[in-house]
């Protein structure tokens, strides 16, 4: 087996986005719970459509490998079983690459993995087109980074194999803040656009942008009593320039809903909540959408 050998785990969109893009320079199996056809189909945002063959892998039983990095890119939610099921047969040593949203696998994994942790945050959107394809929707940046500033050299390596596979990806030593930043946007828009199933630039009109001020004002003294630094333009213009940015977009949450998956709302509102309760911060907006899709879940 091919030493540069990337194993992604988690064949929703992300995960067929970056298998998509990393098989023209590397060899890369494409993991998940049930058969795929090897044949998938990548339409760029310039409206190119690429086919390419994967090497495709039940999760449960994968050939023997030792791949160089390991990319999981399932849910949040889905995060843990698929690192039980893909560590059971490969090498504990193996770099893990961590794709998720929101900040609660990323601590977790970290502590449970022997090897080497990297985290990534993304803002490439993309969806699926049925089992056979995904649609690169926009193109976006990817930081890579490890939480307790250990893995530098692998964090270069890994975004310049990303780079040139033709994502653009920066090694950056402040992973954790752009993904509690990540966590700041997702928690202010996912939830909105799942409930009243909008496209994300429906938050800047009435009714939507009260709320979506309400919950940055609440947002913002949890992350800064967390600690985290402020982002220089502050945390109003991170949020709107979002939404300014991904106008056209369903997020991630109402594609969710749509397909009628399980929310990312543990891994979003959770940590924030959690937080809030900590340091005694009055969180009712946050709370109530997270009520909200607690109760959705459930019917
Ligand atoms: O990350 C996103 C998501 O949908 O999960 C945003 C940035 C909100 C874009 O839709």
């Known amino acids: 087996m091919h030493s540069e050998t990337h194993l992604v785990a988690g064949p929703g969109a992300l995960g067929r986005l970056i298998a998509l893009h990393l098989a023209d320079t590397v060899p890369v199996v494409l993991a998940g719970r049930r058969p795929l056809p090897a044949e998938q189909t990548l339409t760029t945002p310039e409206g190119e459509r690429r086919t390419r063959r994967l090497d495709t892998a039940d999760v449960h039983a994968l050939p023997a490998l030792s791949p160089s990095f390991v ?3 399932t849910k949040a939610y889905a ?15 193996t770099p893990l690459v961590l794709w998720q949203n929101g900040y609660q696998v990323q601590p977790q994994l970290d502590q449970r993995h022997p090897g080497p942790v990297l985290c990534a945050s993304t803002t490439e959107g993309a969806w699926l087109e049925g089992d056979g394809g995904v649609v690169h929707a926009g193109h976006g940046i990817t930081y890579v980074g490890d939480l307790g500033h250990r893995h530098a050299a692998l964090g270069q390596r890994l975004a ?3 780079g040139r596979a033709g ?3 920066r090694a950056v030593d402040d992973i954790a803040l752009r993904l509690w930043y ?3 946007v997702n928690a202010a828009v996912n939830p909105l656009t799942a409930r009243f199933r909008i496209r994300n630039g429906q938050l800047r009109d009435r009714p939507f942008r009260p709320v979506v001020e ?7 003294p ?6 985290i630094e402020p982002p220089e333009a502050g945390w109003h213009a991170l949020v709107w320039r979002v939404v300014e940015g991904t106008a056209h977009n369903r997020s991630s949450m109402l594609q969710d809903v749509l397909a009628g998956r399980p929310l990312e709302r543990e891994a979003i509102l959770q940590p924030l909540l959690t937080a809030a309760k900590r340091h005694d911060l009055a969180a009712p907006t946050l709370a109530e959408l997270d009520g909200y899709l607690a109760r959705a879940a459930s019917r």
């Open 160 to 162: 310049t194999v990303l």
């Open 182 to 184: 990540k966590l700041a």
């Open 79 to 93: 995060a843990e079983t698929a690192y039980a099921s893909v560590f059971e047969r490969l090498p504990p040593t």
């Open 214 to 220: 309400r919950l940055i004002d609440e947002i913002a």
């Open 222 to 227: 949890i992350l800064v009593a967390e600690g």
């Open 71 to 73: 990319h999981l890119t």
């Open 167 to 169: 994502l653009d990806a």
